[in-house]
């Protein structure tokens, strides 16, 4: 008879990939000081110039393709043997599917994956490095990157609220917190639950029950955190 095991879930952002040499967003050195979000992450400039997008979203699936899953994402995994582990991530990589994460919602899609600009229930997986204009989907139209764009629906926001609303626990790493709907996710966490934020930066939370900080970067903080919550189940 396996033991009832606690369901923690984990809300990440881009700062869990960064030591795996994935960029942020918000930092210093992120993407958006290089780049328009309206020129290449919108539904607006997918019309006004798609291989633009098309191009940005290569040059992120290459750097994806180079990375490897940090310490961070491998800790997450060992929770798995004490607890039902949840991760709702902001993120497009698949680090966390690499280290061996098995429950992994991805709220702004998937970098790896392509879909039918007719029909969105038609999504392909990427194969290698470049998603180019002239491919097609079955019923011929242009494939688009499977990412949710600024301005859009977040499909999976409501699995996202149902998971987080019966959390026993609650860890987050790796977010600014300042892009909703996503960043809603933790005011659905009932307010009894011990909530974890692990990030290097002083990030502003405002109303949250029960909640340690943790100012460490991903790759000491999540190992550190996760060992402690192992030695307490016994
Ligand atoms: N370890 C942990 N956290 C880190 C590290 C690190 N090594 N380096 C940076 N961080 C933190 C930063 O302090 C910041 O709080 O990661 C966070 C990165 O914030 P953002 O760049 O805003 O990324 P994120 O919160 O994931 O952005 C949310 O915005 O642009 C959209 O769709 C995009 O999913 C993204 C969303």
Not at 8 to 35: K, N, P, Q
Not at 98 to 113: D, F, Q
Not at 116 to 121: A, Y
Not at 172 to 193: C, E, F, H, K, R
Request: aromatic share 8%; proline share 4%; charged share 25%.
């Amino acid at each position: 008879m396996s033991q009832h095991k606690p369901k923690l879930v984990v809300f990440t952002g881009a700062g869990i990939s960064a030591e795996s040499g994935i960029r942020t967003f918000r930092d210093s050195d992120g993407l958006w000081e290089e780049y328009n979000i309206y020129e290449v992450a919108t539904p607006e400039a997918w019309n006004k110039n798609r291989e633009l997008v098309l191009e940005f979203y290569n040059k992120r699936r290459k750097q994806v393709l180079n990375a490897k899953p940090n310490a961070a994402h491998k800790a997450l995994v060992d929770l798995e043997k004490k607890f039902d582990v949840w991760i709702i991530t902001q993120n497009i990589d698949d680090l966390h599917e690499r280290a061996g994460s098995k429950n992994v919602i991805h709220l702004h899609g998937e970098i790896n994956k392509s879909r039918s600009t007719v029909d969105e229930t038609l999504i392909y997986t990427i194969k290698g490095e470049e998603l180019l204009s002239g491919e097609k989907c079955e019923r011929g139209s242009q494939l688009r990157p499977h990412i949710v764009w600024f301005g859009e629906q977040v499909p999976m926001m409501d699995v996202a609220y149902e998971i987080a609303s019966s959390a026993d626990l609650f860890i987050v790493v790796g977010t600014s917190l300042v892009v909703y709907p996503a960043a809603g996710v933790i005011d659905y966490v009932p307010d009894n639950a011990p909530k974890y934020l692990i990030d290097p930066n002083e990030i502003k939370v405002n109303g949250i029950t029960n909640l340690t900080i943790i100012k460490e970067k991903a790759s000491v903080g999540v190992p550190s955190l996760v060992a402690e919550l192992m030695k307490d189940r016994g």
